[in-house]
């Protein structure tokens, strides 16, 4: 007998973008080198985008731009651009146990009374 509980749910659909360099006739995604702190990180949707390795419109301009502005300061020229993608998703969670806590708190003592 399934006594599993169907909890929340969420689902919806968000673009979200990857910026990419030509390199040797294949579009490569230009890499992201995240600090300590984990940044950079999605700002839109993070979580769902971020692991996927997707980013924002903006956040994937800039990673572009960035790059191309790299290589050409080696003296190369880049060919980059911003594939956008349509995230669809679906989350469930579904109750697999619970606890159940017995909680006593005794009543306060009253004035004067200890």
């Not at 673009?15 to 995604?29: I, L």
């Not at 979580?47 to 960035?66: D, P, T, V």
């Not at 790059?67 to 911003?82: I, M, N, P, Q, T």
């Not at 806590?101 to 004035?111: C, E, M, T, V």
Request: contains cysteine; proline residues 5%.
């Amino acid at each position: 007998m399934d006594t599993t509980k169907q909890g929340p749910t969420i689902s919806g659909s968000h673009p979200a973008y990857r910026a990419e360099f030509y390199d040797d006739g294949e579009w490569r995604s230009v890499p992201v080198v995240k600090d300590r702190n984990g940044l950079p990180s999605p700002l839109c949707h993070g979580h769902i985008n971020g692991a996927i390795g997707l980013f924002g419109r903006e956040q994937a301009l800039a990673f572009a731009w960035s790059y191309a502005a790299c290589v050409a300061a080696d003296g190369g020229l880049a060919k980059v651009r911003v594939v956008e993608y349509a995230i669809q998703y679906d989350i469930e969670a579904k109750e697999i146990t619970h606890h159940v806590l017995s909680l006593h708190f005794d009543a306060p003592a009253a004035s004067g009374e200890e």
